[in-house]
C-alpha cells in the first residue's frame, strides 16, 4: 500500500528551463544571494537550504523570469521570512548595530593575498572582512547594481544607512590599500 | 579621504554611469570633486586611488563555492538513483517507491510554503506558543508533545507516505506508532533522526547542539545537511546523540536517566552548566516573555533545577545567583548588571 502515494512527489518534472541557463543563473546570484540569505537568517546551513529551495523551485516551474534579480532576492526574502514563522529563538538578545571586531583567521589572509597581486581578488578579500551587513552591501550595490533605495527596502534599512556602510566600505578599502602601498600594485 | 568626499565619489560614479543623466550633472559633481582637491598631488593622488577602487571591484573574482553549492542542487534534482542504493542499504524493507519519497521531501521538504506551493500534496504544520506545551497526534498516529515555542509539519498524506517524514523546530517528545515497512523519520537542524516505532526526544533549537535521546526502542541519527547524508549513529534506550556543531559530527553518549529529558512535559526546567544564553530563551519560551539585558551574558552557566514553578521565582533564584536586577513589566522582563560566579 502506498507505493505510489509517496509524500510531496512531483513526478510530472518539466524540463522546458534549459540547464545551462539555469546553471548560468546561479552562478551570477549566487555570492550576493548567499549572504543575503545569511543576513536574513543567521545560520549558513539554513541559508543554504533556503538558497537551494529557491532556485529548485525555479527549476520546477520550468520558467524563465523577465526581472529575476528582482524576483530572486524577493524569493529569498519570502522563504527567510516564513521560515522565521517559527518563534524566534533569541528574544532575549539586543540587536546592537554590528561592529563586529575583524575576522583574523580567514582562509586567505589579506597579507598573503597580497603576495598573489592579483587586486581585484585581494579587494574582494577584504570586502569579505567587512561585517555582515556592510558586506551584503557592497555586493548588492557592486555585483548586482541595486541602487541604493532597493537595497534599504531588501534590508529594511534606510536609504542614508545604505549610503553610510558604503562610504565606510570604500573608506576601509582605501585605508587599506594605503598601508600596503607598497605591496599593492 | 573623509567621508563626506567619499559620498560624492560615489555620487559622481553612479552618475557617471547612469546613461539617463545630464552632462551638466556630471560635470558639477567633477567640480565638486576638483574643488575638493585643490591640486594637491597627495589628494589628487587619492582620488584616482578611489576611482581604480570602483573600478576594481566592479567583478567578483570567480572562486568557484558556487560550483560546490550548485552540485548540491543538481544532485538532488537528478540523481535519485545512486540516493536510492545508500537508502536501500539502510532500510532492505523500504519499498522503491518509498525511497523516492523520501528523497523528494529533501529537495522540497526544507521549506514549507515551497512545498505546499509545488505539489500537490498538503503540508500542515502545527505550533505551540511560548508559554504553552501542546499533544499532536499525527495521521498514523503517532504522539507528538511540542514544547513551548515549537513547531512540526507534517504532509496531510503521512498515514500513506513510504516513509513518514515529519519536520520539526524546537524541542518535542515522540511516540512513535510501529510500522517497519514505513520508517518515520525527523528532520529538525542539522540532524535527521530515523526509527520504526520508539520513543524518543529531540531538542533541536536554532543555534544550540541538537541533541535526540531515546527512552525506548532503537534509533538512527544522522548529518542532514543539505540534503547529503553521512553515516548514522544508532541509539538504544538511555543513550542520546549530540550534534558537535564546531566538529560538525554526531556524538553518542550515555545518560544516566533518559526521562529526565522530557521534564519539560511536566514543567520542569534543567540546567545544567546551561549557557545563560540558552537559559534565557528557554524562560522567555517557557513563560512567553521577552528577556532584555543591557549586558552580554557570554560565558555565564547556570546549574540549576526547577520545578513547575513561577517566574518570579526562577527569575528570584538567577538574581541571586548572578547579583541581577531585573523588573518585570507585563511580558518583558529587563535585567540590569549581573557577574558570573
Known sequence: MGENNTAGFNDDMEQKFDEKTFEDLYRRMYPTLKNYALYLVKDIEDAQLILNDVFISIWKNGTILTNEKAYLFRAVKNAATNYHKAPKANLWHIDSEEEIPEITDMKETPAQALQNKDRNRVLYALIDQMPERRRLIFYMYRIDGFSYKEIAVLLDISVRTVEDHLVKGFEFLQQKVLKNRFEFR | ?341
Open chain 2, 1 to 341: 579621504m573623509d567621508q563626506e568626499t567619499w559620498k560624492l565619489v560615489l555620487e559622481y560614479l553612479a552618475v557617471k554611469e547612469n546613461p539617463g543623466r545630464s552632462k551638466a550633472e556630471i560635470a558639477m559633481l567633477e567640480q565638486k570633486l576638483n574643488d575638493w582637491a585643490d591640486n594637491d598631488a597627495e589628494r589628487l593622488a587619492q582620488l584616482e586611488e578611489a576611482l581604480s577602487l570602483w573600478e576594481d571591484t566592479a567583478q567578483l573574482p570567480d572562486d568557484g563555492s558556487w560550483r560546490e553549492s550548485f552540485a548540491i542542487i543538481k544532485q538532488q534534482l537528478d540523481e535519485a538513483p545512486a540516493k536510492k542504493l545508500k537508502i536501500l542499504k539502510w532500510w532492505p524493507a523500504a519499498t522503491a517507491a518509498a525511497v523516492i519519497g523520501a528523497l523528494v521531501f529533501f529537495v522540497t521538504g526544507n521549506q514549507k510554503t515551497a512545498v505546499t506551493n509545488q505539489n500537490a500534496i498538503a503540508w500542515v504544520t502545527k505550533t505551540a506558543e511560548p508559554g504553552k506545551i501542546i499533544n499532536v497526534m499525527l495521521p498514523d498516529s503517532s504522539e507528538v508533545w511540542l514544547n513551548s515555542g515549537s513547531s512540526i509539519s507534517f504532509p496531510q498524506n503521512l498515514k500513506h507516505a513510504g516513509f513518514r517524514t515529519v519536520k520539526l523546530n524546537g524541542e518535542a517528545f515522540f511516540k512513535v506508532k510501529r510500522d517497519p515497512a514505513h520508517p518515520f523519520i525527523v528532520k529538525s537542524q542539522n540532524i535527521q533522526t530515523r526509527v520504526l516505532g520508539t520513543s524518543f526526544n529531540i531538542r533541536a533549537w536554532k543555534g544550540s547542539r541538537p541533541e535526540v535521546t531515546v527512552l525506548t526502542g532503537k534509533v538512527a541519527v544522522s548529518r542532514d545537511s543539505a540534503g547529503a547524508q553521512s553515516s548514522a549513529v544508532h541509539l538504544l534506550p538511555d543513550q542520546k546523540a549530540v550534534y558537535d556543531l564546531r566538529l560538525a559530527r554526531l556524538l553518542r553518549e550515555d545518560v544516566d536517566d533518559a526521562k529526565t529529558s522530557v521534564d519539560w512535559r511536566t514543567g520542569k526546567m534543567n540546567f545544567e552548566s546551561t549557557p545563560m544564553e540558552e537559559v534565557f530563551q528557554i524562560i522567555s519560551r517557557k513563560y512567553a516573555v521577552k528577556i532584555i539585558t543591557d549586558q552580554s551574558f557570554k560565558n555565564c552557566q547556570l546549574t540549576a533545577k526547577f520545578d513547575n514553578v513561577a517566574l518570579s521565582e526562577v527569575m528570584k533564584t538567577i538574581g541571586l545567583t548572578f547579583d541581577i536586577h531585573y523588573t518585570i513589566n507585563k511580558q518583558t522582563i529587563y535585567i540590569k548588571g549581573g557577574k558570573c560566579n
